[in-house]
């Protein structure tokens, strides 16, 4: 609750509302084998570790369905980590066996010279829009792009407008800076300090974003936020209902070596029918896909 409701206003709270939520369950083995010695409290500690596995998402399963080809809108984003786990063939092979209608990249800076150029030559359905380190594919018709630059990063939001069902759709394409915590558990508290004021002014960038476009929006990117925390509502309320959480199944962790799901969908104009964390393809993140439909 701390870490929800109170969450980036301090930095304990801050350290609870970023930290994995598995971190609950490391006692379990100790206390169970406690109580298995002592043959008491057997049921106070049942409760105790079905509520921390709820808690770290693995009871968490929505149904899901198909939408009609016909009305369907698939939806992808996905860190690269500019490239340096994978090839422009490779990637390209991966993200036209997910099917997605829209393809949404962080991470574009590649290492390699020439990367975005040859994945895109890999993928002629497409076409693309580009952002500093941010990029857009699609397979419907675009409209002018625009670009912000964010707050205290080298880095910039990409607001692309797409014609889909005979509307436009904007889609916003963001990758938000990470909270430094490590600093945090040395006792140095400026670095935290630093990245949670810049996050701020990142996410009321977004605010002015969602307030000047007209029309359904969706937000999609690594925004290097959990699903919890003051941030997370924040965005939430301002661009619509997490589509993992109203069409996912399980924890979701999109960045695996953390035990976190960062990377997100946000809409309130579309229905999202299915969420799916695809195996990782080349990154350190896993690639977030969502079926919405009108």
Same mark, same amino acid.
């Given at each position: 609750?701390?870490?929800?409701? $109170?969450?980036? /206003?301090?930095?304990?709270?801050?350290? #609870?509302?970023?930290?994995?939520?598995?971190?609950?369950?490391?006692?379990?083995?100790?206390?169970?084998?406690?109580?298995?010695?002592?043959?008491?409290?057997?049921?106070?500690?049942?409760?105790?570790?079905?509520?921390?596995?709820?808690?770290?998402?693995?009871?968490?399963?929505?149904? &899901?369905?198909?939408?009609?080809?016909?009305?369907?809108?698939?939806?992808?984003?996905?860190?690269?980590?500019?490239?340096?786990?994978?090839?422009?063939?490779?990637? %390209?092979?991966?993200?036209?066996?997910?099917?997605?209608?829209?393809?949404?990249?962080?991470?574009?800076?590649?290492?390699?010279g020439g990367f975005a150029g040859q994945l895109e030559a890999y993928l002629p359905d497409y076409t693309s829009a580009h952002g500093t380190e941010v990029a857009v594919l699609s397979?419907?018709?675009? &409209?002018?792009?625009?670009?912000?630059?964010?707050? &205290?990063?080298?880095?910039?939001?990409?607001?692309?407008?797409?014609?889909?069902?005979?509307?436009?759709?904007?889609?916003?394409? %963001?990758?938000?800076?990470? $909270?430094?915590?490590?600093?945090?558990?040395?006792?140095?508290?400026?670095?935290?300090?630093?990245?949670?004021?810049? /996050?701020?002014?990142?996410?009321?960038?977004?605010r002015q974003i969602a307030l000047q476009t007209e029309g359904p929006i969706l937000l999609g990117g690594d925004l290097n936020t959990p699903p919890r925390g003051l941030v997370y509502?924040? #965005? &939430? =309320?301002?661009?619509?209902?997490?589509?993992?959480?109203?069409?996912? /199944?399980?924890? =979701?962790?999109?960045?695996?070596?953390?035990?976190?799901?960062?990377?997100?969908?946000?809409?309130?104009?579309?229905?999202? $029918? /299915?969420?799916?964390?695809?195996? =990782?393809? =080349?990154?350190?993140?896993?690639?977030?896909?969502?079926?919405?439909?009108?």
């Amino acid at each position: 609750m701390l870490g929800n409701h $109170v969450g980036e /206003r301090t930095l304990p709270t801050l350290l #609870l509302a970023y930290a994995p939520p598995v971190l609950w369950l490391l006692p379990a083995p100790l206390v169970w084998l406690w109580v298995l010695l002592r043959r008491r409290r057997l049921g106070a500690v049942l409760l105790a570790t079905l509520l921390a596995l709820w808690g770290a998402g693995f009871f968490h399963w929505k149904p &899901q369905q198909a939408a009609a080809p016909d009305k369907r809108l698939r939806v992808l984003t996905y860190n690269v980590a500019r490239g340096t786990m994978t090839s422009p063939e490779r990637l %390209a092979n991966f993200l036209k066996s997910t099917d997605a209608d829209v393809i949404l990249l962080q991470e574009t800076n590649f290492v390699q010279g020439g990367f975005a150029g040859q994945l895109e030559a890999y993928l002629p359905d497409y076409t693309s829009a580009h952002g500093t380190e941010v990029a857009v594919l699609s397979r419907l018709p675009m &409209q002018s792009a625009r670009t912000f630059p964010l707050p &205290q990063m080298q880095r910039e939001v990409l607001v692309l407008p797409l014609s889909w069902q005979g509307h436009t759709l904007n889609v916003v394409n %963001a990758h938000l800076s990470a $909270v430094l915590l490590s600093p945090l558990l040395r006792g140095d508290l400026a670095p935290t300090r630093r990245t949670r004021n810049a /996050r701020d002014e990142q996410v009321e960038l977004l605010r002015q974003i969602a307030l000047q476009t007209e029309g359904p929006i969706l937000l999609g990117g690594d925004l290097n936020t959990p699903p919890r925390g003051l941030v997370y509502r924040r #965005l &939430q =309320g301002m661009y619509g209902p997490d589509a993992f959480d109203r069409a996912g /199944r399980g924890p =979701g962790w999109t960045f695996p070596s953390f035990k976190l799901r960062i990377d997100h969908q946000m809409t309130r104009d579309l229905t999202p $029918v /299915r969420a799916q964390v695809w195996p =990782g393809a =080349g990154s350190d993140h896993r690639p977030l896909l969502v079926e919405y439909h009108e």
